[in-house]
């Protein structure tokens, strides 16, 4: 090998080692990601871009996600006391829990003392009551109970043809509520209490009731505590779905 | 034997000085200097080859070595700032004389002889 050849090999060799190096040193000291020219680093700057903002998508979504959860899952949330006010009133409407408040009790019982008139000995006493109450609930009465059976939306009240001992035209039984009552009847009432009694009177019903050889007595308890309903406690005719055990 | 000898020793040397000095170029220029480093690969194979076939000129060896290295460079550049990836030419085209000159050298060193289908007068 000649000289000259020599020193050009070795300075060439050089060089290139100098090249190498400085390369090294980028790659070192540069960030993990290498992009070899001007549109590989836009597109994969373009690609960063569209991807933050579908991460930000996320972000937002999953944040409402956690505040819904947040609300739910706390003892004074929102939703869950609202919830649990309108159980309540629905409730009260259906007649599941006690009711308390002014209204009037309308006492129907045999009266020896009442002329009898012939031809009317026996009277569907089922009826008789429906229509009391029909009219009670048109006056506004916000809880009806019969001797202590609470009335809900599917009360039937039924009369069973099944003589007694006791006199007057109403001697069969009455059935609200699958359950047997008899008279003396003690319509308990809650709600506007000149309403229910300027309907009863409007309507006649005492006189209706004295034809039948029945007294009607109404009393009223304008007072906050007057009368006292208790709830209904038979069962329900339709059940709801509960989220089954796993 | 000094043929692969003294390349590596330069090379070294070369790396050494390099990772040494405290020259810091920017990451966008790093595509440029690697095409240049695949230009450079490429004229010390073909500088080995040409020693192989005793035809070895300083000036061509020279000469090939730098405008090589540049003309790679400034395509490189070139190609970025028109929008063009020609970077990827001149890795295809140096990788190609790379692999062809080593075949040689390997024939070379093997047989003694040149390959048949190449000319290698102006491999530099």
């Not at chain 1, 020219?37 to 996320?58: F, K, N, P």
């Not at chain 1, 949330?77 to 259906?94: N, P, V, Y």
């Not at chain 2, 000469?63 to 970025?80: C, V």
């Amino acid at each position: 090998m000649r000289r000259s050849s020599f020193i050009a090999l070795l300075g060439v060799s050089v060089t290139l080692g100098v090249l190498f190096g400085l390369d090294l040193h980028v790659h070192r000291t540069s960030s993990q990601a290498d992009y070899s020219s001007y549109l590989a680093a836009t597109q994969a700057l373009d690609e960063a871009l569209a991807t933050s903002t579908q991460l930000e998508d996320q972000i937002a979504s999953f944040s409402k996600q956690k505040q819904a959860l947040i609300e739910a899952s706390s003892h004074n949330a929102t939703g869950k006391t609202a919830l649990i006010t309108e159980l309540r009133q629905q409730s009260e409407i259906a007649g599941l829990t006690a009711l308390t408040g002014p209204g009037i009790t309308v006492t129907i019982n045999y009266d020896p003392a009442l002329p009898v008139i012939p031809g009317l000995r026996y009277v569907d006493e089922a009826t008789q009551l429906q229509m009391v109450v029909n009219y009670l609930d048109a006056a506004g009465a916000k809880g009806i109970a019969i001797n202590g059976q609470r009335l809900v939306t599917t009360t039937a009240i039924r009369s069973i043809l099944s003589f007694n001992d006791a006199p007057g035209p109403f001697s069969g039984i009455v059935e609200i509520n699958g359950l047997p009552v008899q008279a003396p009847y003690v319509i308990s009432v809650v709600g506007p209490v000149s309403s229910l009694v300027n309907m009863l009177t409007a309507e006649g019903l005492g006189q209706q009731f004295t034809i039948l050889d029945q007294s009607f007595v109404i009393h009223q308890f304008p007072s906050a505590k007057g009368v006292q309903l208790p709830p209904y406690d038979g069962a329900l005719p339709t059940s709801y779905a509960k989220e089954g055990g796993i | 034997m000094w043929i692969f000898v003294v390349p590596a020793f330069g090379l070294f040397i070369g790396l050494g000085i390099g990772l040494a000095v405290n020259v810091h170029l920017p990451v966008q220029y790093s595509a440029y200097l690697s095409v240049a480093i695949l230009a450079a690969l490429d004229t010390v194979f073909g500088g080995i080859r040409a020693m192989l076939e005793h035809k070895f000129d300083e000036r061509v060896f020279l000469t090939g070595f730098f405008s090589n290295t540049l003309l790679a460079a400034l395509l490189a550049f070139i190609g970025s700032w028109l929008g063009i990836d020609l970077t990827l030419a001149a890795v295809v085209a140096f990788g190609v004389r790379i692999f062809n000159n080593l075949a040689s050298i390997r024939h070379l060193l093997l047989f003694r002889k040149k390959i048949p289908f190449h000319d290698s007068s102006n491999s530099c």
